[in-house]
């Protein structure tokens, strides 16, 4: 069984692993299909047309899925790797192990955002941004510089405790869990970890930074920690709303595949605590 574990708390080789195995999906082309899935979804989910992978209830399983889908191909590489997570509300500062030259490396350079050290610097050879949205093929981040916070634990809690998963229309404007995780209302959560990180990750070709994954798999945890908070709450909407996908509408682009299905993750992988 899969245990995604904090990434703080990983060994000296589990790091080793999780990057080289990262790298090897790179290098074998399968890596830029995660970024072109993505960004088409960015680019299509819209507030007032059919929305799927973001700005809709089904934020929470499609990116379930299209994380599993990743770790699957991770473990395909290496079958001893589980995709980690990031508590951003805790490992707040740019100064993280995260961070470190050994993992994800830094911040990128004041000229043109460029990182310049760690695995995926271009300047190893090893991760060119090939699927963009502008001309610059090199990993940028300005970690901190666009929005100065990353959220407190506090703000997490206070939406943690909002008891309905979401509401009416359905999109960026509703209220509930779904849409404060998100970040769209109220204190931003997952949208503004996006900004905080920059570069990259503040598009929608935000999986060329692999630090993409570990948010999202925070986020992913937190949507687990909402349903533990409030078990008698659960996915709406249940059936018959155009453009959005139904507890038990298939979703794209894997079709075969339900947010009833994903409800939970214990079926498919457990979090170290
Ligand atoms: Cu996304």
């Known amino acids: 069984m899969t245990v995604r574990k904090n990434q703080a708390a990983l060994t000296a080789d589990e790091k080793r692993r999780f990057v080289a195995a990262v790298l090897e999906l790179k290098r074998g082309g399968r890596y830029d299909d995660f970024v072109r899935t993505h960004n088409q979804f960015i680019m299509a989910d819209t507030d007032t047309g059919e929305r799927t992978g973001h700005r809709s209830p089904s934020f929470l399983p499609w990116h379930r899925r299209f994380l599993l889908d990743f770790?699957?191909?991770?473990?395909?590489?290496?079958?001893?790797?589980?995709?980690?997570?990031?508590?951003?509300?805790?490992?707040?500062?740019?100064?993280?192990?995260?961070?470190?030259?050994?993992?994800?490396?830094?911040?990128?350079?004041?000229t043109d955002g460029r990182v310049m050290d760690g695995p995926f610097a271009a300047s190893t050879g090893n991760w060119p941004v090939n699927v963009r949205v502008d001309g610059r093929t090199f990993?940028?981040?300005?970690?901190?510089?666009?929005?100065?916070?990353?959220?407190?634990?506090?703000?997490?809690?206070?939406?943690?405790?909002?008891?309905?998963?979401?509401?009416?229309?359905?999109?960026?404007?509703?209220?509930?869990?779904?849409?404060?995780?998100?970040?769209?209302?109220?204190?931003?959560?997952?949208?503004?970890?996006?900004?905080?990180?920059?570069?990259q990750m503040a598009t929608g070709v935000s999986p060329n930074d692999p630090v993409f994954w570990l948010h999202h798999a925070y986020v992913d945890k937190l949507w687990s920690e909402w349903q533990r908070r409030h078990p008698g709450a659960s996915y709406?909407?249940?059936?018959?709303?155009?453009?959005?996908?139904?507890?038990?509408?298939?979703?794209?682009?894997?079709?075969?595949?339900?947010?009833?299905?994903?409800?939970?993750?214990?079926?498919?992988?457990?979090f170290d605590a």
Do not use: C
């Open 139 to 199: 990993l940028r981040r300005s970690l901190g510089t666009s929005v100065r916070e990353l959220p407190t634990r506090a703000e997490v809690e206070s939406v943690l405790s909002i008891a309905t998963y979401d509401t009416a229309p359905y999109n960026s404007a509703s209220d509930g869990f779904r849409n404060h995780l998100e970040g769209w209302r109220g204190v931003n959560l997952h949208n503004r970890v996006h900004v905080w990180v920059g570069g």
């Open 71 to 110: 770790e699957q191909a991770l473990q395909s590489v290496d079958s001893s790797v589980a995709l980690p997570y990031w508590d951003w509300s805790t490992d707040r500062t740019v100064r993280a192990s995260l961070w470190a030259p050994d993992f994800l490396g830094g911040t990128g350079r004041g």
């Open 236 to 270: 709406v909407p249940a059936g018959g709303t155009p453009d959005v996908v139904d507890l038990n509408d298939t979703m794209k682009p894997w079709n075969t595949v339900r947010p009833a299905d994903l409800l939970e993750h214990t079926r498919y992988y457990t």
